[in-house]
């Protein structure tokens, strides 16, 4: 059944945006949990919340038929105390809010899908599989603790008459935001040359792959637990950024080691982990349920990327 009310919390950031474009058309009312009170357009509408308390704003679940969690502070920062709890609590916070909200409804939404990341499997490199939801293998450190009791919250959620999907999502690429302009922007300045070793994966999706898996995964009445949103076929950073030099020709070719990195990573006040990682992920589950990837291929998506961007 195709959904006539979407809930989007967080709905004002990168996937947010995805999904509002995605999803805007008749007959569909869109309303985002956002901490900005912002004015509403066409068949978009917001409602103010602050991520962790129960109020107003609850009743806009009750009848809805989607609800989609998209909330959580940026990571693209350096990890110190503060951020790291602002990180931590923002994706937790916001998701058990969120249960006592739809715990509270007399008519709670059909379907929950909640954010979670890809990079809560652990570091895969080289020929070793990649990670499915049935075989993959959970890693260590900050981001995956973060990604564990962001999904440990949702699980923990009372919700019995709603469908409920975490979102093991990889990283979209998307002309309007998230990672790629930046490393489109990183590219042109000669910054398209392995980063580090260049053997590490990247497990990566198509914006418009992203929100036709939402929209499909919506829409699979038996369709709950965990899904992973990636494409079938990652691509090593080493090939990514020839693939970046080959589409977008830059004069100059800078090489990439680790170090440099991470001074520049210190300097944009990021951390390497975002481009060191090695993320090797396979959307078995999405695949086994019948979705088909407009693009499977990162050239293509590439390409189709750059050319939205210099229309
Ligand atoms: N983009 C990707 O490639 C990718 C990949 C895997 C997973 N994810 C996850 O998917 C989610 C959405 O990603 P995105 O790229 O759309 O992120 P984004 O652009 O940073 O948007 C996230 C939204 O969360 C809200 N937010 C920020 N801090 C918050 C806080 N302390 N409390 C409550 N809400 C807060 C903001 O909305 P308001 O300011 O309007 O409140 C913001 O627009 C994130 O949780 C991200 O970790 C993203």
């Known amino acids: 059944m195709a959904p006539t009310r979407i809930v989007l919390a967080g709905g004002t950031g990168f996937l947010g945006q995805c999904l509002i474009r995605h999803f805007r058309r008749p007959g569909v009312e869109i309303v985002v949990l956002s901490r900005e009170q912002l004015p509403a357009y066409a068949n978009v509408r917001y409602a103010c919340w602050d991520g962790r308390t129960l109020d107003e704003w609850a009743a806009e679940l009750d009848g809805a038929d989607v609800l989609v969690n998209l909330a959580g502070r940026s990571v693209d920062c350096r990890y110190h105390e503060a951020n790291r709890r602002a990180i931590l609590s ?38 070793r599989p990649a990670n499915t939801e049935a075989d993959g293998v959970i890693g260590r450190g900050f981001s995956v603790e973060v990604a564990q009791a962001w999904e440990a919250a949702f699980w ?55 929100a036709r898996a939402v929209e499909f995964l919506a829409q699979q009445p038996g369709a709950s637990g965990v899904f992973n949103l990636c494409a079938p076929q990652p691509i090593q ?57 407009q693009f499977p291929g990162c050239e293509a998506a590439v390409a189709d990327i750059v050319r939205t961007v210099e229309a």
């Not at 007399?106 to 895969?124: C, F, G, K, M």
């Not at 990195?261 to 695949?287: C, F, I, M, N």
């Open 90 to 127: 923002s994706r937790v916070d916001s998701t058990r809010v969120l249960g006592a909200a739809v715990a509270a409804c007399r008519r709670p939404p059909r379907v929950w899908l909640n954010a979670s990341t890809a990079t809560i499997y652990e570091h895969t490199e080289g020929e």
């Open 156 to 210: 923990a959620c009372p919700a019995p008459n709603t469908r409920r999907v975490a979102l093991r999502t990889a990283i979209v690429l998307g002309a309007e935001g998230g990672a790629f302009p930046v490393l489109a922007r990183l590219a042109r300045w000669g910054m398209c040359t392995p980063q580090g070793s260049g053997r590490q994966w990247i497990s990566w999706l198509h914006a418009t792959d992203f």
């Open 237 to 293: 950073n080493r090939d990514f950024n020839a693939l970046l030099a080959r589409t977008l020709r830059p004069l100059l070719r800078l090489p990439q080691p680790e170090w440099l990195l991470e001074a520049g990573a210190w300097a944009l006040q990021t951390q390497t982990e975002l481009v060191l990682k090695s993320r090797k992920v396979y959307p078995q589950r999405l695949l086994e349920w019948g979705f088909e990837f």
